[in-house]
């Protein structure tokens, strides 16, 4: 019974650890982003710092089902 608690404890840490790195990087390219949009890039900033964000997406849903 004790190895079934902590192995729960560590599946809802890796969730938390997920989750938190999810938030992160959306947290940074949401401002990478807001910057483009101010105007100091041009729309071609803003195509390549999408592109980045939806390949950080990718990487947090890849993550997620590991």
Request: charged residues 35%; proline residues 0%.
């Amino acid at each position: 019974m004790f190895e079934e608690l902590l192995d729960g404890s560590l599946m809802l840490l890796d969730v938390c650890t997920t989750a938190k790195y999810a938030l992160l990087q959306t947290k940074e390219y949401t401002k990478e982003l807001q910057s483009i949009l101010r105007g100091r890039r041009g729309a071609e900033g803003l195509a390549n710092e999408f592109r980045k964000y939806l390949t950080s997406r990718k990487a947090v849903r890849t993550r997620r089902t590991e």
